[in-house]
């Protein structure tokens, strides 16, 4: 899910990730890490359920030139996370990874909360925002440019991780 605000309302969108594999690794004292992690959503698919604006963020994202938009992770001890999330009165640890959108790469610093793990996997929410210009973006300015999309854009993605065999 994503969220953005223009002049004239707020809006929201939802996009599913491709899928992605998790390289895990023992680092030592049965400890387990995730070394990588590439995540990745189609441009073309976001969908905020406005066929035009849908049509101005793809034109804005480039999507025919550069149709993914990646995020990067690497290096996450999940004892940690889970540790600082019971530590934590909200609930929430800090959670950094690397955001490609076209053809720049930045740091994001998002939050994760809301975990629950069962034994079928984890499932938690990550929460960050953005800013368009860090990517080079011109936002849609639909309605001869009275309406204008601000350059922040907030991010919140459920993500579900369920362990099970290879296919």
Same mark, same amino acid.
Do not use: W
């Given at each position: %899910? ?43 698919? %976001? ?9 101005? %963020? ?110």
């Amino acid at each position: %899910m994503f969220q953005g605000t223009s002049t004239l309302h707020d809006f929201s969108g939802n996009v599913r990730c491709q899928p992605f594999r998790i390289g895990v690794g023992d680092p030592g004292k049965g400890k387990r890490i995730i070394r990588s992690a590439a995540v990745s959503v189609l441009a073309d698919e %976001m969908d905020t359920g406005n066929k035009s604006r849908d049509r101005k %963020m793809r034109e804005m994202f480039q999507s025919d030139k550069f149709p993914r938009i990646e995020g990067v992770f690497g290096g996450i001890d999940p004892e940690s996370i889970r540790q600082e999330l019971r530590r934590s009165p909200e609930g929430k640890a800090p959670l950094s990874f690397t955001l490609k959108i076209r053809d720049i790469e930045r740091p994001v610093h998002a939050v994760a909360g809301n975990f629950r793990e069962s034994g079928e996997g984890v499932s938690f929410d990550v929460e960050y925002s953005l800013s368009l210009k860090d990517y080079r973006l011109v936002p849609p300015s639909p309605f001869f440019g009275i309406v204008r999309v601000d350059d922040k854009v907030s991010v919140k993605t459920s993500i579900r991780l369920e362990t099970g065999g290879t296919k």
